[in-house]
């Protein structure tokens, strides 16, 4: 995916995560609200300075905001998808996962 589509992607999420509305952040960020949907889309690109007022808006970092990986992070895949399959398990699975967690960990 290029880069101006990755990017518009991670700034809806984090929009939509902080509980905006496009245009509420729009207004928030010092833009028009056609401005803040191509960004979305991927056909613009913000300024520096527009970047810097995401991360003011949205309480981050502008690392944060231009974390652009694809890949969750361990804590959100593997630790909660691990958390949910053994809060459905049985006793006799929770000990199975044990067993082969403790095994792996051996290595």
Known sequence: ???RKRFGKRIRELRR???FTQAE???HVGIATKTQSSIE???NFPKVQ???SYARVLNLDVADILDLSDTPKVEENYLVSL???ISKANDKQVERIYR???LVMED
Do not use: R
């Open 1 to 3: 995916m290029e880069l």
């Open 17 to 19: 995560k902080a509980g």
């Open 25 to 27: 952040f729009a207004e």
């Open 41 to 43: 889309c991927g056909i």
């Open 50 to 52: 527009q970047i810097e």
């Open 83 to 85: 958390n949910d399959l």
């Open 100 to 102: 082969l967690a403790k």
